[in-house]
């Protein structure tokens, strides 16, 4: 199939891509990060009037997933216009645009959506409420696109995995860290939903073969605190746990409000897609055989001169 990813310099576009190239002819939307990606790149800014019908008469792709979005929390503080015309007013755009020309469309939203006050898991008919600028913007980009166009899918997500610039992943920050013998911090009080990127990427592939729509929780199926995946990252990589030490959110000085409770359920997903979804040791055996493989190296070796 003809895949049109958006965000392709970052975390998930850049592993999707990597992921799919060989069953799938990849086109990646970039400003100009990657110079040597072994698949096809549009240099493109998306806020650009016109950006997204250009791109969709370009690149002719059969299906398109967004990927792109201004995903740090304190920048979208900092900058909510920035925030709500990347997060919301984009979606929008690319929502109207592929229904226009019927092409399937997932949006990439996130776990952030939710204010963490349940005690338990979140399902998709959980009211969100959200925190901060980010998640409000991200909750507006799924009700934009689902209102634009009802048979586009929107996927809740979490994961982490290697990067181009090698530290936009929470498994980075605790495997640089580690590695570096700094000592650092994790919360223990923050529940989240790890998954490789890669198998949340083999996921949404799965999801638009079956021809889903609606919303989607895709996340890891086992949930953890932030501290205890950083122990699991260091046991993994056979490194000194006890430079990670517990720590509580309330203590932190993070600018933006988080939600403490990550925890979705994936029940929904699995029903549909009719099997289970990867689990954690199995993806992190699989994110440690990336290292030994040389795979970092290769992400980042697209981006050099
Ligand atoms: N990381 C997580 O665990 C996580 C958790 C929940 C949800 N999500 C969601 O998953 C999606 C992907 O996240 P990610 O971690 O891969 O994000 P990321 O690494 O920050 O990547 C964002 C991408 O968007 C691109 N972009 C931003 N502004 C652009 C513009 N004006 N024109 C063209 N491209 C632009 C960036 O390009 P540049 O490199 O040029 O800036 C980058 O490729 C996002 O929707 C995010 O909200 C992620």
Redesign the pocket.
Known sequence: MKLLL????????LNFAQETMSAHEITG?????LLHAPFKVLK????DSNAVDSILDSAAPEWVVN??????LDACEEDPDLAKR??TDLPRRFARACKARNIPFVH?????VFDGEKDGFYSEEDMPNPLGVYAKT?LEGEWAVLTENPKAMVAR????GW?LAGR??LAEFFFNNLTNSKSMSGFTDVIFCPMLVNDTARTLVAMLQRGLSGLYHLVGPQAMSKYQFGVEIARKFSLRESEISPKSILSSSLTARRSNNLWLSTHKLTADLGRDLPDFSTGLNEFCTQYQQGYPQKLRSYQQA
């Open positions: 958006t965000g392709v310099s970052g975390l998930l576009g939307v970039d400003r100009g990060k493109q800014d998306l806020l990927c792109a979005a201004l995903a740090d990347l997060n990439i939203s996130t776990d952030a991200k997500v979490n994961f982490y990067s936009r992943s």
